[in-house]
Structures are given as C-alpha cells and as structure tokens.
C-alpha cells in the first residue's frame, strides 16, 4: 500500500510539473519551409477538458486553402517525408466530413490570405497532449504539417492536399 502511495504521488507531481497556466498542458511548434527557414509557430494547449486549442501563425505560404495535419513521426528531416502519415492510432479514414473518419490528426484548413500569411484557430478531441492512445507524444513523437493544396476533408488517407510544405516538431511547453 505504501509502494502504490508514493507511486500515485510521483504521478501526480510529473502531471502537474508538465501542465501549464490554469494546469493545461501545452506545447508548441517552430514550422520550417523545405528550404529550414522558420516561417511560423503552432501552439497546442489542452484544456481540463481534453479538448486541445490549435493555434497556427505562417507566412511565405502561397494565398487559398491548405491542408494541415498533426504526423505519426516527430521528425521533418532530411524531407517532411520523415513524418510519416497522419496522426490515426484509432485506426480511421481521413477527413473531417468523411463519416467513417476522422484521423487524430485532421483539422480544418489553414486559411491563408493574399500576403501569404496563414491563420488557422481549431480545437480537437481526436489528439492529445496527455497520456493516452491519442496523444501526440506517443514513442517517436509527432509533427505539424502544412500542405500545398486545400484538404477535401473526405479522400483517405490525405485528402487529396498535394505536398508538402511546411514542417513543425511538437514539443511539449
């Protein structure tokens, strides 16, 4: 009893240290172009109810719609190709709209004006920064994508959103 005691009270504390204001977890990104020039930043936060805040701010990007996901790998080099696919561990088919899915890692398109700055503000309860079958910090950890054309939001497995451009770690804040 005593062991389970201290183990529950180690626990606890690693929670707390990892949450930030309010006790949300959060975590950021730094996004790179291919060309390893920083043109933006994501920040994730999750809130006590498990709904995770995306918030993406990028520049240099070409005007319209682009597609953008959370990837199974943490990792964008040597090419974003080292991402791997979309953030699924559950197992489903892409899109937002597609009724047998939506991958952990779909959110909406990156609205992108004609200066070539990008915007996008969502929430999600398919990922998550905490422990979990959905969390973005599972063994090899996970990336933010942006892609060069608009996600259909149906298409499995990538919603037809063409290459990629734009790459961010997430890291734990």
Known sequence: MKYLLVLSAALLAITVSGAGAGGALQAGAEIENAGG???GFAKFTE??????????????LS??????????VGACAPTFLAAG?????LGHQHGLDNPNGAHAGDLPN?????KGVGHLNATTDRATLSAGPT???DADGSVLIIHAMPDDQVTDPTGNSGAR???GVIEAK
């Not at 319209?64 to 996901?69: A, F, R, V």
């Not at 990156?110 to 004609?114: A, D, P, S």
């Open 135 to 137: 969390t973005v910090f």
């Open 85 to 89: 696919g979309h953030h699924n561990p």
């Open 37 to 39: 020039e920083v043109i």
């Open 47 to 60: 809130d006590a109810t498990g709904i995770v805040h995306v918030n993406v701010h990028a520049k240099g």
């Open 165 to 167: 451009v734009a790459c």
């Open 63 to 72: 005007p319209g719609l682009h597609g953008i996901h959370i990837h199974t």
């Open 110 to 114: 990156l609205t992108v004006n004609e």
